[in-house]
């Protein structure tokens, strides 16, 4: 994942991300949802890293009976991220971090929380029951400040795009494509299209050539 927002309240979550993978070389490779949402657990989940460890954690979770909510599912999600980081890196290398992100109202309960587990701090949960707001990856260049409208989330993800499009960051990253609004309420969860960054059809035809070459070869 490139890009990931989300602002969570006392009864509600929303989570905004954009929609374009890349390769480790930076080349466009799909575009694709980037934000899981498991009804059923009454949580949605978003990943920054590579998409096979997303698809590895979205399949256990989906699958396992223990998983009632997102408290049983965070009770023994930094063992199985840790089995697979460690079975992806045997398998195609070493991967510089991954980052992994809960959202979700635990049984009984009226109010969300929001878990995070790092790479770099061996998946440790890091729990967030109270309001909050925050960008993954933040501005380096500028002051980062809670937009107030659909217009003010164009903006900032326009300006940190911006900032990493033009080096001005310290760990480059990649955003493009679409940006989904995913909105969780105890017992619901919607998403919304919130805007088409204005390359997206360049994107798109680089994505193109991209997979021609590989079929060619």
Same mark, same amino acid.
């Given at each position: 994942?490139?890009?990931?927002?989300?602002?969570?309240?006392? !009864? /509600? #979550?929303?989570? &905004? *991300?954009?929609?374009? *993978?890349?390769?480790?070389?930076?080349?466009?490779?799909?575009? @694709?949802?980037?934000?899981?949402?498991?009804?059923?657990?009454?949580?949605?989940?978003?990943?920054?890293?590579?998409?096979?460890?997303?698809?590895?954690?979205?399949?256990?979770?989906?699958?396992?009976?223990?998983?009632?909510?997102?408290?049983? #599912?965070?009770?023994?999600?930094? +063992?199985?991220?840790?089995?697979?980081?460690?079975?992806?890196?045997?398998?195609?290398?070493? &991967?510089?971090?991954?980052?992994?992100?809960?959202?979700?109202?635990?049984?009984?309960?009226?109010?969300?929380?929001?878990?995070?587990?790092?790479? +770099?701090?061996?998946?440790?949960?890091?729990?967030?029951?109270?309001?909050?707001?925050?960008? #993954?990856?933040?501005?380096?260049?500028?002051?980062?400040?809670?937009?107030?409208?659909?217009?003010?989330?164009?903006?900032?993800?326009?300006? &940190? @795009? !911006?900032?990493?499009?033009? /080096?001005?960051?310290? !760990?480059?990253?990649?955003? /493009?494509?679409?940006?989904?609004?995913?909105?969780?309420?105890? /017992?619901?969860?919607?998403?919304?299209?919130?805007?088409?960054?204005?390359?997206?059809?360049?994107?798109?035809?680089?994505?193109?050539?991209?997979?021609? +070459?590989?079929?060619? +070869?």
């Amino acid at each position: 994942m490139s890009l990931l927002m989300y602002s969570m309240w006392r !009864d /509600g #979550v929303i989570v &905004i *991300a954009d929609t374009l *993978a890349c390769l480790t070389t930076y080349e466009p490779s799909s575009f @694709r949802t980037k934000v899981s949402t498991l009804p059923h657990l009454n949580m949605v989940f978003a990943s920054r890293g590579p998409s096979l460890l997303d698809r590895r954690f979205q399949h256990w979770i989906s699958l396992d009976w223990a998983c009632r909510d997102i408290e049983t #599912v965070n009770d023994v999600a930094p +063992k199985h991220l840790r089995q697979y980081q460690a079975d992806f890196v045997q398998e195609h290398g070493a &991967i510089s971090t991954s980052e992994f992100y809960l959202f979700g109202f635990p049984s009984g309960s009226d109010e969300p929380v929001h878990y995070r587990y790092q790479s +770099k701090n061996d998946f440790e949960p890091e729990r967030f029951p109270d309001p909050l707001f925050g960008v #993954v990856p933040g501005p380096e260049t500028f002051a980062l400040e809670q937009p107030d409208t659909l217009e003010d989330v164009i903006k900032l993800a326009t300006r &940190i @795009r !911006d900032e990493n499009d033009r /080096g001005l960051t310290e !760990d480059h990253v990649v955003i /493009g494509g679409d940006l989904f609004a995913f909105e969780i309420r105890n /017992g619901s969860i919607s998403s919304n299209h919130w805007h088409r960054f204005p390359d997206y059809d360049e994107t798109d035809k680089a994505i193109v050539r991209l997979h021609q +070459k590989r079929e060619a +070869k």
